[in-house]
Structure formats: C-alpha cells, structure tokens
C-alpha cells in the first residue's frame, strides 16, 4: 500500500469520516493511525471487533466517549515526585475515573461481544482516587474547607482575622473626620494587605504606613496603625493556608502517580472500545455488512456501493456537490480461473466509479471496516493494492498524462508482492490508438501472467477482442438507453461493451454534420463491426426487455400468490378465532362450574363447622351445669345441720378407707373415697365427678354410706346455672401478698373443677413482690402442671400464664 493509492482511492475521507465518529482524543489518535492489515487472520479479527461493536449499539447501546477527559498530558506530570496537579486537572482525573468505570462496567455486562466485554472487564475500579478528589476539590475548583482539618482550622482562624480587621477598618470609615480625610469611604487592598483611601492633602493626618499613591497621586494607599498587626496576622495565616492547600493537591497528585499505570491501561482500553464503536457507527450510515475474508484469491462483491456517493456520506463530510441521489450498486466478480477483468462502456457510465469502488472496499476490509455491499461478499487479504486512474499529468516532472500512467504502472511492476490486486483506468490511452493498444493488452498480460488480480477499463475494441478470446480474461461492460443512449450504470458481466463516442457526441450538441462526417470515416471493418455491435446492443436490449417483462410477470404471479397466501392467513387467523372463542366460552362455562361447586362444598363446611360449634357449646354448657351442681352440691351439705352433726363427729383418728366419706381441708368439699392409690394418692366423688388428692389432705367425717344419699340429693335438688363458671383471668393488681394469695387458690380450685385448662393471673410489673410470691405459691401446688410470664399480647412479665392438670 502507498500513499498515491490512497489518495486515488479516496481512503483518507472515509478514514477522516471514520475518525470524527471517535468521542476521545485517545479513540481518535487510533484511528488516525488505521492501516489495512495484510495478515487474514488479523483481518478476520479487527472485523470480528467491528461486529461485535455494532451489537453493543444495539445493547447496551453508544457510550459517551466524548466525556472522557483527556489524560495525555496529566498522568506525565503526576508521575514527576514531588509536583501537585491543579484543581482542575485533578477533577478531570476524576471526571475520567467515574466516566471509565461506568463505561466499563456497561460494556462488561454486555451479551453478544465477548471480546469487547471481556477487554471492558479490565478497566480498574479507581473509585477511591475519585472520592478523594470530590470530596477535596469543589466544583469551582477550590480546595474545600474541610480537604483537612488543619485546612478548616486555619480557614476559620483567617475568617476570625478579617472579621476583626474590618471591624477596625469600619471605625475609621464610620469616624467624625473620615469625610474630611478620606477619598472614599471603602475598603481595598495593596500588595496583600488591607488598606484605606486617605486624600493626599490630609497625608500625616491618620498614623499609619503608606503603601504607595493612585495613578492620580489624589489618593494613598494607608495601613492603619491598628491593622498592622491583624494584616501581619491575616498574611502570615494566608501563606500557612496556601502551604496546607499545596500539600493537599500534592497528596492527591501523589495518588494519581500511584495508579498512572493503571489510569493509562485504562485510557489504552477505553481507546480501543471507543475506536471499535467508531467503526461500527461507521458501518451503520453506510448500512454495510462484514465481507467474507477469503483465503484463495476470489472476489465477489454484490450490491456494491461507493461510500462517497452515498448521500448520508457525503453530509457527513460536508461534499453536498456528491448528494444526487443513491449510487447504483454494481455486482463485481473475478479471481479462480479467471484473475483479470477488462470494463467497457460508454463515457460517463460508471467504469472509474466501479474502479474505485472495487479499491476502496477491499482497503476498508483490511482496515477492519465493514463495506458497502450486500451479504455475502467475499474479499481476500491484498499485500499490495495499486490504482492508476485518472489525470495525474505533473507539469513540474514535465510529465503528461500519458507519461504519468506509465511511470505509475512501471512503479507497480517494480513495487509487485503477490496477491496483489491491479486497478487500471483506461489502459493504454493517451496515445496513439494503433499502439495503445496493443501497449495496454501487454501490460495486462503482464500482471495476469505475475498472478496478480487485474481489473481495467477501456474504449480499445483490441483490448476488448483480447479479453474475449484469452482464457483467464473475462469481461464486462456497463450499459445505456439505446433509444436515448443515457448511462444505466448498471455492470453486466460477460458481455463486452460500445464506447458510443459518435451516439454521445450526437446526444451531447455536436453539429449532426460533424457527427455524419466522422461516421464516414470509419474504415469498412470498422464501420461493420460498429453495425454489428449495434445489432447486438438492440437484441440485448431485446431480451432485457422481454426479462423485464417476464420479471414483471413473475412479480405479478408472485403477488398474487401472496395476496392468496393472505387470504388463506386470514381464514385461518379466522377459524383460530372462533376457535379461541369457544374455547373461553367453554373454559368460562367450566369455572362457573367450578365456582358453583366450590360454593357448595363452602355451605357444606360451613354447616359442619356450626354442627361442631353448637356442639362443643352444648358440651361446655354440660360441663358448666356439672361444676354448678357440684358446688351447690357442696354448699347444701356445708350448711347443712345432719352435715353439721357429721363434723362435729369428725373422728380425725380414723384412717382413710374406700368407701368412707372424707373431706379434702385445702378445697373444703366432702367426697366419697372411691380408691386408694400406691403413691399415697385418693381418688373421690365429689357430685358425680371424680378427682384425685393426696391422701394426707383427706380427714374422715363418716363411715361409707351415712351421707351419699344426702349428698346425692342435694346434687340434683337445684337446677343447674351457666354462669357459675370459673373465670379464665384473675387480676391481684394493688393487693398485697397476704391477700392475694388466698383469692389464687380458690381461682386454682374454680379452674380446676370447671376443666379450664389455663388460668392468667395478672399481678402487675412493681417491685416483683407479688410475682415472686405467686410463683411459689405454684411450685407443688396439686392443680398447677406448669407456669410461665406472659408472652407479646399475654401481658409480658405483668402476667402469668398457669397450666392446669387434667
């Protein structure tokens, strides 16, 4: 690759285009770098990047590279020992971290670019030299207040100074005499220090040093005496201040050296990351697609379009002369057996277009560029990429044109490193015809026979005639209107081409005379061949006719095979409706179904659940009106005179005996001693219930059977009541121990005989003497199985909860 080659192919406007899509300075110094690759494997890589670029646009979509500072004269200076970076530098340190990191991490995330996030992956996170420098430098670029404490003390002592000093510098502005001695009734300052405006005719009136006069010599400058010393101060203060700010930027520059060398990977990486996106922003306005790197020598480019001539190109460039319009794509193929292909056509129909389309793409692929063609193109990696086109006539080499493309084609078969690619532009031309062209078939013959991939243009009918008859050599022409005999600009390959130099002169306004006159000219060979090439152009023109016609047809047919196609899709789109529709129909008849029998099964539970309820309340009521009859059982025989007689004949010598009548002394009822236990346990009925008590609590009041009747008796003689049973809370708040305890052994009892299973007792927090005292009054108690301090919603440790035996 040369210079002159990208020049005559234009590249460097699609690489300045290329770096102006760059956001950084670092991005767009790569790019300005870019040279194709000669390596196919490096090739295949940059363009594998370029892919992976256009999909991080989609997701996580273009990062702002355009934010990032640029590091390249900050990170060198940090480095030296012992300097300090300015404020502002420091913050755009910062600004880099923070917008590094970010970018970083977004990439990193990213699906689809495993590369580039993988590479994204690598930026350091240097968030904590980035807080350090927010939370030290303010966004006006000042050292804060509190960077330091020994900052904030000397900035509160500077501010206590000043206060006192304008207190001083107040009394004199505010004097009787300061009318008459001062210019101004202000407060300024001269060389560091704070001064007043004193008329120079009053000069000597006010003690004081004199730091020199106006520019009018109407007014001094004067320090009062009582300010010296506070201006003394305020100096000395403000040089500590500055030397406390020094060492602060000093130790935060000292951070940045630490890290230089990953700040700078990072720059290197956000470089890259940057330059790749540049290439895929690229890409996407020229709506191009990754080429094919291939390893033979074979070129197929479909749809191929010149980047300059794209509209959104040449805006972007600023070249609105080149905006009419979208080019027209060519389909270019040659390499294989056949290396070398030979252009005709008309002037003006896109032969030189074609050229240097051809040359552009194949330098973008080795830049790692994606091309302006269609999917799959294929490209092979060049050593060499020569272009001779246009007028390169140097008056200052004294060289004409015709001189100047010989000196370019000797350059290249001096310069050939195979595989090369050979683009030449009107071969052999400039000269004399009869030896032009034969010179043009020996050139090509020359680079085909090198192995070099040749592609040329030509008016020369010897060229075209070699091109027909030489194995390895095909052709192409571009072709017109032949009834108007404007340009399509449109390749055919395979075919050669007229040039139409008397048709375009006549289309063009040269007199018909001088047209008719050089028609006569021609020779009868040539005239007979002009003749039949027309013959051959209008049958060609024929037949493109009838393939327009019959594509005509075919995109009629096909259209129509579509609209049926529709049709079908919309019949089918139709019954699948209705069939959703009885399906939803169907579901919504089901779970009304289902509704109605969950409903059902509902009021079944529901049922039941009354059913249980009333039952368990007719066995409450059952238990409640067994307790009831007890204790009016107990209450009958206690006020009874026969049970009277019966204490009073208490024989407390008598030992316990089944059958024998005893009363239980903690309780006070009389039972009827059913059982002795081994554990020195009894059991009793007492009003047709059965309870268990230790047999040391039982005194004898009669010998079995002389009160079981009379007992019985009054178990029944009253009806039984709802309402005597026991509570299931007992509250001792503001009573004392003494007190207490006797109402929570008759509760116990209560509980006991009414089957409560659980009995809350509510002594309140206090001192704890009442809590400590019930829970020894449980320990052993025969009704209590377990106890315990209330829990959240119980009352806490104001409560305990007292478990009851069965």
């Given at each position: 690759?040369?210079?002159?080659?990208?020049?005559?192919?234009?590249?460097?406007?699609?690489?300045?285009?290329l770096?102006?899509?760059a956001?950084?300075?670092?991005?767009?110094?790569?790019l300005?770098?870019?040279?194709?690759a000669?390596?196919?494997?490096?090739?295949?890589?940059?363009?594998a990047?370029?892919?992976?670029?256009?999909?991080?646009l989609?997701?996580?979509?273009?990062?702002?590279?355009?934010d990032?500072?640029?590091?390249?004269?900050?990170?060198?200076?940090?480095?030296?020992?012992?300097a300090?970076?300015d404020?502002?530098?420091?913050?755009?340190?910062?600004?880099?971290?923070?917008g590094?990191?970010?970018?970083?991490?977004?990439?990193?995330?990213?699906?689809?670019?495993?590369?580039?996030?993988?590479r994204?992956?690598?930026?350091?996170d240097?968030?904590?030299?980035?807080?350090?420098?927010?939370?030290?430098?303010?966004?006006?670029?000042?050292?804060a207040?509190?960077?330091?404490?020994?900052?904030?003390?000397?900035?509160r002592?500077?501010?206590?100074?000043?206060?006192?000093?304008?207190s001083v510098?107040?009394?004199?502005?505010?004097?009787?005499?300061?009318?008459?001695?001062?210019?101004?009734?202000?407060?300024?300052?001269?060389?560091?220090?704070?001064?007043?405006?004193?008329?120079?005719?009053?000069?000597?009136?006010?003690?004081?040093?004199i730091?020199?006069?106006?520019?009018?010599?109407?007014?001094?400058?004067?320090?009062?005496?009582?300010?010296?010393?506070?201006?003394?101060?305020?100096?000395?203060?403000?040089?500590?201040?500055?030397?406390?700010?020094?060492?602060?930027?000093?130790?935060?520059?000292?951070?940045?050296?630490?890290?230089?060398?990953?700040?700078?990977?990072?720059?290197?990486?956000?470089?890259?990351?940057?330059?790749?996106?540049?290439?895929?922003?690229?890409?996407?306005?020229?709506?191009a697609t990754?080429?094919?790197?291939?390893?033979?020598?074979?070129?197929?480019?479909?749809?191929a379009?010149?980047?300059?001539?794209?509209?959104g190109?040449?805006?972007?460039l600023?070249?609105?002369?080149r905006?009419?319009?979208?080019?027209?794509?060519?389909?270019?193929?040659?390499?294989?057996?056949?290396?070398?292909?030979?252009?005709?056509?008309?002037?003006?129909?896109?032969?030189?277009?074609?050229?240097?389309?051809?040359?552009?793409?194949?330098l973008?692929?080795?830049?790692?560029?994606?091309?302006?063609?269609?999917p799959?193109s294929?490209?092979?990696?060049?050593?060499?990429?020569?272009?001779?086109i246009?007028d390169?006539?140097?008056?200052a080499?004294?060289?004409?044109?015709?001189?100047?493309?010989?000196?370019?084609?000797?350059?290249?078969t001096?310069?050939?490193?195979?595989?090369?690619?050979?683009?030449?532009?009107?071969v052999?031309?400039?000269?004399?015809?009869?030896?032009?062209?034969?010179?043009?078939v020996?050139i090509?013959?020359?680079?085909?026979?090198?192995?070099?991939?040749?592609?040329?243009?030509?008016?020369?009918?010897?060229?075209?005639?070699?091109?027909?008859?030489?194995?390895?050599?095909?052709?192409?022409?571009?072709?017109?209107?032949?009834?108007?005999?404007?340009?399509?600009?449109?390749?055919?390959?395979g075919?050669?081409g007229?040039?139409?130099?008397?048709?375009?002169?006549?289309?063009?306004?040269?007199?018909?005379?001088?047209?008719?006159d050089?028609?006569?000219?021609?020779s009868?060979?040539?005239?007979q061949?002009?003749?039949?090439?027309?013959?051959?152009?209008?049958?060609?023109?024929?037949?493109e006719?009838?393939?327009?016609?019959?594509?005509?047809?075919?995109?009629a047919?096909a259209?129509?095979?579509?609209?049926?196609?529709?049709?079908?899709?919309?019949?089918?789109?139709?019954?699948?409706?209705?069939?959703?529709?009885?399906?939803?129909?169907?579901?919504?008849?089901?779970?009304e179904?289902?509704r109605?029998?969950?409903l059902?099964?509902q009021e079944?539970?529901?049922?039941?659940?009354?059913?249980?309820?009333?039952?368990?309340?007719?066995?409450?009521?059952?238990?409640?009106?067994?307790?009831?009859?007890?204790?009016?059982?107990?209450?009958?025989?206690?006020?009874?005179?026969?049970?009277g007689?019966?204490?009073?004949?208490?024989?407390?010598?008598?030992?316990?005996?089944?059958?024998a009548?005893?009363?239980?002394?903690?309780?006070?009822?009389?039972?009827?001693?059913l059982?002795?236990?081994?554990?020195?346990?009894?059991?009793?009925?007492?009003?047709?219930?059965?309870?268990?008590?230790?047999?040391?609590?039982?005194?004898?009041?009669?010998?079995?059977?002389?009160?079981?009747?009379?007992?019985?008796?009054?178990?029944?003689?009253?009806?039984?009541?709802s309402?005597?049973?026991?509570p299931?809370?007992?509250?001792?708040?503001?009573?004392?121990?003494?007190?207490?305890?006797?109402?929570?052994?008759?509760?116990?009892?209560?509980?006991s005989?009414?089957?409560r299973?659980?009995?809350?007792?509510?002594?309140?927090?206090?001192?704890?003497?009442?809590?400590?005292?019930?829970?020894?009054?449980?320990?052993?108690?025969?009704?209590?199985?377990?106890?315990?301090?209330?829990?959240?919603?119980?009352?806490?440790?104001g409560?305990?909860?007292?478990?009851?035996?069965?």
């Amino acid at each position: 690759m040369n210079g002159n080659t990208f020049r005559t192919l234009e590249f460097d406007s699609v690489r300045a285009l290329l770096v102006s899509l760059a956001g950084s300075a670092p991005g767009r110094a790569r790019l300005e770098r870019l040279q194709p690759a000669t390596d196919p494997a490096t090739v295949r890589d940059a363009l594998a990047l370029t892919s992976e670029a256009a999909v991080l646009l989609d997701a996580p979509g273009r990062q702002p590279y355009h934010d990032l500072p640029d590091l390249g004269e900050i990170l060198p200076q940090a480095r030296a020992a012992g300097a300090h970076l300015d404020p502002q530098a420091l913050r755009q340190v910062a600004s880099f971290i923070e917008g590094a990191t970010e970018i970083g991490r977004r990439v990193a995330r990213a699906s689809g670019a495993p590369r580039l996030s993988r590479r994204a992956s690598e930026v350091r996170d240097l968030g904590d030299v980035a807080a350090a420098i927010r939370r030290a430098i303010l966004p006006t670029g000042e050292v804060a207040d509190d960077a330091s404490p020994r900052l904030a003390e000397l900035r509160r002592a500077l501010a206590r100074l000043r206060v006192q000093l304008h207190s001083v510098m107040e009394g004199y502005l505010r004097g009787k005499d300061a009318e008459r001695l001062l210019q101004d009734r202000i407060v300024t300052t001269r060389n560091d220090r704070y001064v007043l405006l004193l008329r120079a005719d009053q000069r000597g009136q006010l003690p004081g040093v004199i730091h020199g006069a106006s520019s009018s010599g109407q007014s001094l400058f004067l320090e009062p005496l009582p300010a010296v010393e506070l201006n003394n101060d305020i100096v000395a203060l403000a040089d500590r201040e500055q030397q406390e700010v020094v060492r602060i930027l000093t130790e935060l520059t000292g951070r940045i050296g630490a890290r230089a060398g990953e700040l700078e990977q990072a720059v290197a990486i956000l470089a890259e990351l940057d330059a790749a996106q540049a290439r895929a922003l690229l890409a996407r306005l020229m709506r191009a697609t990754c080429p094919e790197v291939t390893a033979a020598p074979e070129i197929e480019l479909y749809d191929a379009r010149h980047p300059l001539l794209m509209p959104g190109v040449c805006e972007a460039l600023a070249m609105p002369e080149r905006t009419r319009g979208e080019p027209v794509p060519v389909t270019l193929r040659l390499g294989g057996s056949q290396p070398v292909l030979i252009v005709s056509g008309p002037n003006t129909g896109g032969k030189t277009v074609a050229l240097k389309t051809l040359g552009l793409l194949a330098l973008m692929a080795q830049c790692g560029l994606h091309v302006p063609a269609g999917p799959g193109s294929r490209l092979p990696v060049f050593r060499r990429i020569f272009a001779d086109i246009g007028d390169d006539q140097s008056i200052a080499a004294n060289l004409s044109t015709f001189s100047a493309h010989l000196a370019a084609i000797g350059e290249m078969t001096r310069d050939l490193a195979l595989p090369a690619l050979v683009l030449l532009d009107e071969v052999g031309g400039g000269t004399d015809p009869r030896e032009g062209g034969p010179l043009g078939v020996a050139i090509v013959e020359h680079f085909r026979k090198a192995g070099a991939m040749a592609v040329a243009t030509t008016h020369d009918g010897l060229l075209k005639a070699w091109a027909q008859s030489t194995p390895g050599v095909s052709c192409a022409s571009f072709g017109y209107d032949p009834e108007t005999y404007a340009p399509t600009y449109r390749l055919t390959l395979g075919e050669p081409g007229r040039s139409l130099a008397l048709e375009m002169a006549e289309r063009l306004g040269l007199p018909l005379a001088v047209v008719q006159d050089a028609r006569a000219r021609l020779s009868d060979s040539e005239a007979q061949a002009e003749v039949l090439l027309r013959k051959l152009d209008q049958e060609r023109a024929r037949q493109e006719r009838e393939r327009a016609a019959l594509e005509d047809e075919r995109r009629a047919l096909a259209e129509a095979l579509e609209r049926q196609r529709e049709e079908s899709r919309e019949i089918l789109a139709q019954k699948r409706r209705e069939s959703e529709a009885f399906l939803k129909d169907l579901r919504r008849r089901g779970e009304e179904a289902a509704r109605q029998a969950a409903l059902a099964v509902q009021e079944a539970v529901r049922r039941v659940e009354a059913s249980q309820k009333a039952a368990a309340r007719a066995g409450d009521q059952a238990r409640t009106e067994a307790v009831a009859a007890i204790r009016r059982a107990q209450e009958e025989i206690l006020h009874d005179p026969a049970l009277g007689q019966a204490r009073e004949a208490e024989q407390p010598s008598l030992p316990v005996a089944v059958g024998a009548r005893a009363r239980v002394q903690s309780l006070g009822i009389v039972g009827e001693v059913l059982s002795l236990g081994a554990h020195g346990e009894a059991e009793l009925a007492v009003g047709g219930k059965r309870m268990r008590v230790p047999q040391a609590e039982l005194t004898v009041v009669g010998a079995p059977g002389r009160v079981a009747a009379r007992a019985s008796h009054l178990t029944l003689a009253r009806p039984a009541r709802s309402d005597m049973a026991a509570p299931a809370e007992l509250r001792l708040i503001g009573l004392r121990v003494d007190e207490a305890l006797p109402l929570l052994d008759k509760a116990l009892d209560d509980a006991s005989l009414s089957e409560r299973r659980e009995l809350r007792v509510v002594h309140g927090f206090g001192e704890g003497k009442l809590r400590r005292a019930v829970a020894d009054f449980l320990k052993g108690h025969p009704h209590v199985a377990a106890w315990r301090l209330g829990g959240a919603g119980e009352g806490g440790a104001g409560a305990t909860i007292v478990e009851l035996r069965d």
